[in-house]
T-cell receptor
Framework: QKEVEQDPGPLSVPEGAIVSLNCTYSNSAFQYFMWYRQYSRKGPELLMYTYSSGNKEDGRFTAQVDKSSKYISLFIRDSQPSDSATYLC?????????????FGKGTSLLVTP | DGGITQSPKYLFRKEGQNVTLSCEQN?????MYWYRQDPGQGLRLIYYSQIVNDFQKGDIAEGYSVSREKKESFPLTVTSAQKNPTAFYLCASSMYPGNSPLHFGNGTRLTVT
């Protein structure tokens, strides 16, 4: 079983919709959780970072961590065509530094005007 | 502007040739990383370096080599021993080897025929 599972999509939504992106994981020791956004032929950029459980909000983006269910989510409100990208979740148990991260395979999102 | 520069953006090589991918950062970050990204795959760690003149193997180091002679530079050599070298290669850095988020370059697409 992969440590981090992420539905590859593609997920297609109309502009203005609320988007929900999810990852599940198997290692209960994970406590650092990240979401990266990657545009086509570009490097990933960090969107959200959460330590342990709970919610974190930044503008139109909300990250949720449910450690009891081993499930994390990224919500995008009022989605825009510019949100069309691949979203990667990443997590680790003792650091958010690169050598420790376990990445999901990414979910491709398309927001149509 | 501070950032990570990967060059070239596209690289073509014949099978059996070694090729070196460049990665330079002007963020004054201590740690640097090389990842490989294949379609439908998450990011896989090739090598990382937490300090100048020191580096460690990641999950898929076979067929690759690196050097870290300067803080700002972390070149990756894809050798002829790498069985499936065609991929998108991403370089990243973080301020500290421990808990600090990754900053990515925009990648090099290597095609070997």
């Amino acid at each position: 079983q992969k440590e981090v599972e992420q539905d590859p999509g593609p997920l297609s939504v109309p502009e203005g919709a609320i988007v929900s992106l999810n990852c599940t994981y198997s290692n209960s020791a994970f406590q650092y959780f990240m979401w990266y956004r990657q545009y086509s032929r570009k490097g990933p950029e960090l969107l959200m970072y959460t330590y342990s459980s709970g919610n974190k909000e930044d503008g139109r983006f909300t990250a949720q961590v449910d450690k009891s269910s081993k499930y994390i989510s990224l919500f995008i409100r009022d989605s825009q065509p510019s949100d069309s990208a691949t979203y990667l979740c990443a997590m680790s148990q003792n650091s958010n530094s690169g050598y420790a991260l376990n990445f999901g395979k990414g979910t491709s999102l398309l927001v149509t005007p | 502007d501070g950032g990570i520069t990967q060059s070239p953006k596209y690289l073509f090589r014949k099978e059996g040739q070694n090729v070196t991918l460049s990665c330079e950062q002007n963020l004054n970050h201590d740690a640097m990383y090389w990842y490989r990204q294949d379609p439908g795959q998450g990011l896989r760690l090739i090598y990382y370096s937490q300090i100048v003149n020191d580096f460690q193997k990641g999950d898929i180091a076979e067929g690759y080599s690196v050097s870290r002679e300067k803080k700002e530079s972390f070149p990756l050599t894809v050798t002829s021993a790498q069985k499936n070298p065609t991929a998108f290669y991403l370089c990243a850095s973080s301020m500290y080897p421990g808990n600090s988020p990754l900053h990515f370059g925009n990648g090099t697409r290597l095609t070997v025929t």
